[in-house]
Structure formats: C-alpha cells, structure tokens
C-alpha cells in the first residue's frame, strides 16, 4: 500500500484512514448536519461493518468523531446501513432532558447466521454519543434473504413513521407510532422499473415544483444494472397516500447517470428548517470500490446535493444540484467570455474547483469540454444535442484506465435548446458535472497521476462561451 496523498479530496467527504460505503443515519439537528457512513474500522476493505460518525455545519468541512453504532461479534454481529430521525414529539418516549430524541434504524447481521434484521439506537444529547436500544431487533426477519437499509420519516398526514426497506427485488412499506412498534402496510415495485439487479437503500419523501405541485419520490438503488454498468440509483415519481406508493411512470428514470453515486439517501430534520431535500451519495461503484487504489482512505461521498421537482416537457423529473451551502461557500477566481471556436482557462489547484460554463450551441453542433493536465493525461466530455446524449470518456484521465470497466460513459440530456448551462465541480479525484440546471448529472471517479490544470470548451460555432471558476472553500 502507497500512501496517496494527491487523491485525496478537498471538498469531499473521506473518513481520515480505512473502508467506507454508504452514508447512513443522515440527520439535521440544532444546526449540524451528521453524516454516518458503512465502516471498517480495522482495515481498507469491506468488512467489520460499524456506522462511522461526521459532523458539519456547512457541508463542506466535516469533523471527524468516533464511530458511533459498534457492531458486535456476540450481539448484533455487524452494522449495515440504515437512517436516522429527529422525534421533535418524543413519540417514542426516550426524552430525558433538552433535545428531542435522535433515533436511528438499521439492518444488522449476525456473524454466524447472516440473518438481516432491523434495530434502533438512539441519542439523548443531540447527537452527540448514541446507545443501542436493549430489546433490539425491532422488526423480525420475515425469511426473506436480502431484508435491509431501512429509511424513516415522518408522515405528517397519517401522523405516523413510515420505514422503506427492501427486500430484494421489492420495497417494503411499514408503518409506527413510536418507532419501536412497525406494521408491514404494503409493498411496491414487483412490476415497476429496473430489475437488472438487487435493490437496495430506498429513500421516500415529497418534493414540490417551483409552482407548487406535489409528487412522492421514491429512490432506489440496484446493483449491478446502472446506467453505466455496476451500481446506479432510479428513482420513481408518483404518489403515496400513507400505505401504498404508487409511480406515475413506466420509464426508468436515473438520478444521476455518472458510475460513482451509489446508495444516496437525504437527510431528515432539514425540511423542517427551510424545506430543501439535500442528498449525499457514496461516490464509488460496487464492481471496482475495493480496487481503488486510494490509501490510507477508499471510499469518498459525492458533494452534497439539493433536489429539486421539475417540469419538462410535460414530465416531472428529479433534478440535482451542488447543496446551498456548498455554493455559498465558493468564491469566483477567474473568468473568460469570447465569442471564438475554442475557448481555455487554467486551473488553479488550491481548492475544489465549482466550474460554470455557459455556450450558445446550434442542434446540429457539438460540444467538446476538456481538462487537461502536465503529464498528458484528459478527460473529455463530449455533447451531442441532436441525440440528445453527453458523453464522457475518463480512459485517459491517468491511472484509470486499468481499473474502470466502462471508459465511456453515457447519459441522456432532457433540454437540448440552443444554449447550454453547465457546471463541473472537479475535486483531485473527481469529476460531477451538473448538465443543464441539474437535470442530467454524472459523478465520475478520475485517478490522474497529476492534477488537471486547464479547461477548454470548442464547438464549430463562433456563439457566445463562458467559463467562470470558482473555489470552494
Ligand atoms: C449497499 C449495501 C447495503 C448494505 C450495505 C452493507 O451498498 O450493500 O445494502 O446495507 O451496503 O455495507
């Protein structure tokens, strides 16, 4: 194992030293954002699954604190991934002093039997030290082999919790009044979707249009099957009327079409702020993750993003953008406008770059956005408005083209006008680009031996270009 010390990211969340997937137990509380994640804390592989534990208040700056729901050789066996709550109503009953309990769900595993089963443990201090509940598991192992990540809101309407899981090719609806207590309420997704592989951590809530409409979200991720091959997260739009979720669509719709956002969930207790739904992913893709060759670290989180419900072309779809914060938090460094066929700007290499790039662009044109760095290597990324499709190639992008299965990566585009509205938040080893106000993203994992240093955009046409870049601090 070499120490690599040029990967790590600055912007994005890594754990200091070993293994980590997905993040678990997102909770908003007294104006911190917690961030549990799947850890191993003896070692740079999968294994010893325990939640890890970070805080931040402006999600871009994270510290780090002990792991805080331990697996258990004799007792729960190991921790796997799961959510957690703020009971503003104290509904369970655990409240001893000033906060409102925090309560978290997550499946577990016995060493020996493998069975998955659902427990809680909770906090009574805003978060800060948290304890497993003693007459845990809450939800018994109905026989069936892949039962697991649960996610838990609130449903103001029925006024109760209501908790996804999956199992294994369906998601599973239960229903509390206390968190402790769950009836099974119904089951989706049998008929509905993508099925090219096992699903996993559902997420479920609403999200409203700049107009005010209403639509249930349900994601789902599966693996293998995504878009781009191995791990990829869909999701439905529908409606869910307190037992039974029901999707408005037939089409397979992706939250990102990058290979590197897996298992995104949102945090709970933020809407209750201001309303946002913010997401964070693991950035990572099951078919490689243990053969990143990242140390002391492997694993990192995609930037977390604010979802929002948009209308296009008579269709509701989910669209993503870097989270409020993250972007309050970038300060613009340089800027180009021209009106020529090629137009380049350096890179500085201090920070996290948020890159915004906007182009006028004729249907039957194309696109070219490239990074380059000293040692020859690139990534390009290619749109194509009359397929309606970006491509993006990462096999010259340096150490990558011995790991990643798929070097070309495609994904489709919904607004195909004739301006162009990007933005690219490079980070070492990351490339996320947000296409059009966020209505197609790709996360994609890059390894270059040097970091990218500048930035071209050419088309055939001479219409207006702009680059402006900005750090995130
Ligand atoms: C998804 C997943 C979950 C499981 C966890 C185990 O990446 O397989 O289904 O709970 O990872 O680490």
Same mark, same amino acid.
């Given at each position: 194992? &070499?120490?690599?010390?040029?990967?790590?990211?600055?912007?994005?969340?890594?754990?200091?030293?070993?293994?980590?997937?997905? $993040?678990?137990?997102? @909770?908003?509380?007294?104006?911190?954002?917690?961030?549990?994640?799947?850890?191993? $804390?003896?070692?740079? /592989?999968?294994?010893?699954?325990?939640?890890?534990?970070?805080?931040?208040?402006?999600?871009?700056?994270?510290?780090? !604190?002990?792991?805080?729901?331990?697996?258990?050789?004799?007792?729960?066996?190991?921790?796997?991934?799961?959510?957690? @709550?703020?009971?503003?109503?104290?509904?369970?009953?655990?409240?001893?002093?000033?906060?409102?309990?925090?309560?978290?769900?997550?499946? !577990?595993?016995?060493?020996?039997?493998?069975?998955?089963?659902?427990?809680?443990?909770?906090?009574?201090?805003?978060?800060?030290?948290?304890?497993?509940?003693?007459?845990? $598991?809450?939800?018994?192992?109905?026989?069936?082999?892949?039962?697991?990540?649960?996610?838990?809101?609130? !449903?103001?309407?029925?006024?109760?919790? &209501?908790?996804?899981?999956?199992?294994?090719?369906? &998601?599973?609806?239960?229903?509390?009044?206390?968190?402790?207590?769950?009836?099974?309420?119904?089951?989706?997704?049998? *008929?509905?979707?993508?099925?090219?592989?096992?699903?996993?951590?559902?997420?479920?809530?609403?999200?409203?249009?700049?107009?005010?409409?209403?639509?249930?979200?349900?994601?789902?991720?599966?693996?293998?099957?995504?878009?781009?091959?191995?791990?990829?997260?869909?999701?439905?739009?529908? /409606?869910?009327?307190?037992?039974?979720?029901?999707?408005?669509?037939?089409?397979?719709?992706?939250?990102?079409?990058?290979?590197?956002?897996?298992?995104?969930?949102?945090?709970? %207790?933020?809407?209750?702020?201001?309303?946002?739904?913010?997401?964070?992913?693991?950035?990572?893709?099951?078919?490689?993750?243990?053969?990143?060759?990242?140390?002391?670290?492997? %694993?990192?989180?995609?930037?977390?993003? *604010?979802?929002?419900?948009?209308?296009?072309?008579?269709?509701?779809?989910?669209?993503?953008?870097?989270?409020?914060?993250?972007?309050?938090?970038?300060?613009?460094?340089?800027?180009?406008?021209?009106? /020529?066929?090629?137009?380049?700007? $350096?890179?500085?290499?201090?920070?996290?770059?948020?890159?915004?790039?906007?182009?006028?662009?004729?249907?039957?044109?194309?696109?070219?956005?490239?990074?380059?760095? /000293?040692?020859?290597?690139?990534?390009?990324?290619?749109?194509?408005?009359?397929?309606?499709?970006?491509?993006?190639?990462?096999?010259?992008?340096?150490?990558?083209?011995?790991?990643?299965?798929?070097?070309?990566?495609?994904?489709?585009?919904?607004?195909?006008?004739?301006?162009?509205?990007?933005?690219?938040?490079?980070?070492?080893?990351?490339?996320?680009?947000?296409?059009?106000?966020?209505?197609?993203?790709?996360?994609?994992?890059?390894?270059?031996?040097?970091?990218?240093?500048?930035?071209?955009?050419?088309?055939?046409?001479?219409?207006?270009?702009?680059?402006?870049?900005?750090?995130?601090?």
């Amino acid at each position: 194992n &070499i120490f690599t010390p040029q990967w790590r990211p600055k912007a994005h969340f890594t754990p200091e030293q070993n293994w980590m997937n997905d $993040p678990n137990g997102l @909770v908003y509380y007294n104006g911190k954002y917690h961030l549990f994640y799947q850890y191993n $804390p003896h070692g740079n /592989d999968w294994g010893n699954m325990n939640w890890g534990h970070a805080t931040s208040t402006d999600l871009v700056n994270w510290h780090h !604190h002990p792991v805080a729901v331990e697996m258990s050789p004799k007792g729960l066996g190991y921790i796997y991934s799961g959510s957690a @709550v703020v009971d503003y109503d104290n509904t369970s009953g655990l409240q001893t002093g000033e906060h409102p309990p925090l309560v978290a769900l997550f499946t !577990h595993t016995e060493a020996n039997t493998e069975v998955q089963r659902q427990s809680l443990a909770y906090s009574l201090d805003g978060g800060d030290s948290w304890q497993q509940y003693a007459n845990n $598991p809450v939800i018994e192992n109905p026989g069936i082999v892949d039962f697991r990540d649960p996610k838990v809101s609130w !449903h103001p309407a029925s006024s109760q919790w &209501i908790m996804a899981l999956t199992a294994g090719h369906s &998601i599973e609806f239960y229903a509390s009044k206390n968190l402790f207590d769950w009836a099974h309420i119904s089951s989706f997704g049998e *008929d509905d979707g993508s099925h090219q592989g096992e699903w996993e951590c559902p997420d479920l809530f609403e999200l409203t249009t700049e107009t005010g409409i209403k639509k249930w979200v349900l994601l789902v991720s599966l693996v293998p099957g995504g878009p781009n091959g191995g791990s990829g997260t869909q999701y439905f739009i529908g /409606d869910f009327d307190g037992v039974q979720f029901k999707a408005e669509h037939q089409d397979v719709r992706w939250l990102d079409y990058g290979p590197d956002n897996y298992a995104g969930v949102t945090w709970d %207790g933020r809407q209750t702020i201001d309303n946002r739904r913010t997401l964070i992913a693991w950035m990572s893709n099951w078919t490689y993750a243990e053969d990143m060759p990242t140390f002391p670290w492997r %694993g990192a989180m995609c930037l977390p993003r *604010d979802l929002s419900l948009t209308q296009i072309d008579g269709n509701f779809y989910v669209t993503n953008l870097p989270a409020k914060e993250v972007l309050d938090s970038s300060q613009i460094v340089s800027e180009v406008t021209a009106s /020529d066929k090629v137009l380049s700007l $350096p890179l500085s290499q201090k920070s996290a770059l948020d890159i915004q790039l906007s182009c006028e662009i004729t249907q039957s044109d194309k696109l070219y956005i490239r990074m380059f760095n /000293d040692a020859g290597e690139t990534v390009e990324l290619k749109y194509l408005p009359q397929r309606q499709k970006l491509v993006v190639d990462r096999s010259q992008a340096g150490w990558s083209y011995k790991l990643w299965r798929t070097p070309r990566l495609e994904a489709k585009t919904f607004i195909d006008s004739g301006k162009v509205n990007a933005r690219l938040v490079l980070d070492t080893s990351s490339l996320e680009v947000f296409w059009q106000q966020g209505s197609t993203t790709m996360t994609i994992c890059l390894l270059p031996t040097q970091p990218f240093n500048r930035i071209e955009i050419s088309s055939d046409n001479t219409g207006d270009k702009k680059i402006s870049l900005a750090e995130i601090k």
